[in-house]
């Protein structure tokens, strides 16, 4: 079984906002192997994503994502692992290559799971899959009484845990900040799990981020995600060792891998002191690259967290590299995505009568998508070079 075909549907919002919101457009992507249909997604710019696929070599370590891809072998698991390596090597210098590999990656493996009747997670060594707890992701109000309103509707809607970024937090006073975790908490109640993510808003200043701790102790803050750069690892120590976390009430640090493979991640665990490893399959390489960062922290005594804002399609790939970790057991849910995120599947993960999510027992990763709701929002691309036409938009 070899691939055959790698198709790409860049699907958008009629109106996309300037805010921190990742469900606004996608990359969905189909790929074809000995008749059976695989989907995946890319999280990346959608036009970057395409053309890192069909660009022109521009010398041996700069090749196509295309040229790396078409005809290989997928047999078995140890064929799609060969494939991201291959990758790395032949697209060295095309910088969104990995984002554009991972949401074939996915995909592969969806085809793999239908091939062999099986679940990704199966086919990832795991014999059953754990329930997951799914906090309630969503972006900070303009003002405290909207962070109270959001934080509010999600615990009235059965989640015992929500986590709230970007928007103002860290753009303006520190008693602003306060305001905001506060109210946070009051809308989450005293028993809800609160998390916050600073959306890298401080950089490398760890004195900045530093004065927001006792705040976040104040609110019983389980963790502080991403105040930094994600290469700011010596940032990511020094905040680690100000915020005491020998303390019960002191916050870890929470570190996404932004697409620089396991080498960031295992950066982020070993060097930058960081309690949670968020990982996203659709920027790192997949699901296979996830599972070997969920195995590293995992063994590390650091908790494997998926890194998801955008579609369910995403969100039950990202799920299977830690499927099997009965003890990492928290994840990331798309509370309010816009409609394009929610359309373009059947199938939702929605949580059961216990507030959890499960992963689907489905052959591969047991998600359906929707072509009709795919074509509402599917934008039509055409990339052409020296006077011939690169990429078209496929059919769906």
């Known amino acids: 079984m070899s691939i055959e075909a790698v198709d790409f549907f860049y699907l958008s919002m009629p ?26 997604e890319c999280e990346a710019s959608p ?9 022109p070599m521009s010398h ?35 910088l969104q290559a990995a984002h554009t590999f991972s949401g074939i990656e996915m995909a592969l493996w969806d085809v793999l799971g239908k091939k ?19 906090y309630a992701s969503q972006l900070f109000g303009d003002t405290p009484e909207e962070t109270l309103a959001g934080c509010r509707k999600a615990r009235e809607s059965g989640y015992r845990a929500v986590k709230c970024g970007w928007g103002p937090f860290g753009r303006g006073t520190l008693e602003q900040d306060r ?48 105040p930094f750069l994600g290469g700011a690892y010596g940032a990511y120590a020094a905040l680690a060792a100000k915020s005491g976390r020998s303390r019960p009430s002191a916050p870890a640090s929470a570190a996404v891998e932004l697409g ?12 930058g002191g960081v309690g949670f490893i968020q990982i996203d399959c659709g920027r790192i390489g997949g699901i296979g690259p996830a599972k070997r960062a969920a195995d590293y922290a995992a063994g590390r005594g650091v908790t494997y967290v998926n890194h998801t ?31 394009v995120a929610w359309d373009m599947s059947e199938t939702h993960l929605v949580p059961d009568a ?37 990429y078209r938009s496929p059919k769906l």
């Not at 062999?116 to 990832?124: G, I, K, M």
Request: proline residues 5%; glycine residues 10%.
């Open 15 to 40: 109106r996309v906002e300037d805010i921190g919101d990742g469900s606004q457009d996608a990359l969905v992507v189909r790929v074809t192997a000995d008749g059976v249909e695989g989907w995946g």
């Open 47 to 55: 036009l970057v994503s395409i053309a890192a696929f069909v660009t």
């Open 60 to 94: 041996g370590a700069c090749k196509p994502v295309r040229d790396v891809v078409l005809g290989k072998p997928i047999e078995s698991a140890a064929g799609i692992a060969a494939i991201p390596a291959a990758v790395e090597m032949e697209c060295m210098d095309l």
């Open 116 to 134: 062999r009747n099986a679940p990704v997670y199966e086919l990832l060594g795991y014999r059953k899959a754990y329930p997951k707890l799914p």
């Open 179 to 226: 305001d905001h975790l506060h109210a946070a908490r009051e809308g989450i109640g005293s028993e809800g799990t609160l998390l916050i993510d600073a959306g890298q808003i401080f950089r490398e200043d760890v004195h900045a981020a530093a004065k927001r701790i006792a705040h976040l102790e104040e609110v019983n803050t389980v963790w502080f995600e991403e």
């Open 260 to 271: 620089k493979g396991n080498v960031n991640a295992v950066q982020l665990i070993d060097y």
């Open 309 to 339: 804002f955008t579609s369910h399609l995403a969100l039950c790939a990202s799920l299977q590299p830690y499927a099997g970790l009965e003890a990492h057991r928290i994840c990331e849910y798309p509370f309010a995505p816009k409609s």
């Open 354 to 390: 216990n507030g959890e999510v499960n992963v689907p027992g489905a052959p591969g990763l047991g998600i359906t998508m929707s072509a009709a709701g795919m074509k509402k929002y599917l934008v039509d691309v055409e990339i052409s070079a020296h006077g011939r036409s690169l």
